[in-house]
C-alpha cells in the first residue's frame, strides 16, 4: 500500500529538516498526477515506474519512496478518482429536499459527463475496472466502493416508491439494480463512441421514468 503522510516524515529524520505535511502531499499528489498523465496516455500495463518518474520530473528515490511498486501507485489512484465520483454523487443522494428520482439520476449523468473527456476520471476507472479482473486488493476496492453505491441506488428507489414515483409494489432491489448499470453505461458510451450527451440521455431517461410511472 502507498506511504502515509505520517510514514513519508520518516524518511527525513536523521538531522535532516523535516518537510511540512503539505509538501509532502503536493508531492504525492505531483506523482499521482504523472501517473494519471501515463495512464491515460499508455494504459497500465504498458506505463512503466520510470514513465511516471520522467513524467513527474523527479529522481526515482523520490518517487519510490511515496509508491513502492506500480500496484501501490494504481492502488492510489483507483481510490482518488473513485473518491470523486463517490463524492459527487453522494451530494445529489444527500440534497434536501430529496430530489424525484428521474432528476437525481439526471443529475448524477450530468456530473459523469464531464469525467469521460480526455483527461477524465472515468476514463482511469474504466482501466481500474478491467485491472480487478486480475488484482485481488483492487477486485476487493472495486467490490466496496460499487457496493456501496448500487445500496445508494436501491436506497434512492426505495424512496421514490413510496413519494409514487414509481408503481406500488416496486421491488427497490430490483429498480436499484437497474439505476445502477444506468450510469456506466452511460460513460461507456461517452468514451467509447462520444454520445450521448446529457441532455439527450436525461430526455431518454425521463421517457422510461414516464412510462414507468403510469397505472
Known sequence: MPFSVKSEHSFYNGGV????DAHLAARRQQILDAARACFLHNGFHAT???DVVREAGLSIGAVYRYFPSKNDLIMALAEQVIGQIMAGFDEIVATEPPLPLQDAVGRAVELAAPHTGPDGALRIAVQVWSEALRDPALAEFV????TRLRARMVALAAAA??????????D???VGSVLFALLPGYALQRILIGVPDPATY???LESLFATAARP
Open 143 to 146: 467490490h466496496g466502493v460499487y
Open 161 to 170: 416508491v413510496a413519494r409514487g414515483d414509481l408503481p406500488a409494489g416496486s
Open 17 to 20: 529538516p523535516k518537510v511540512s
Open 202 to 204: 436525461r430526455a431518454g
Open 48 to 50: 512503466s515506474m520510470n
Open 172 to 174: 427497490p432491489e430490483a
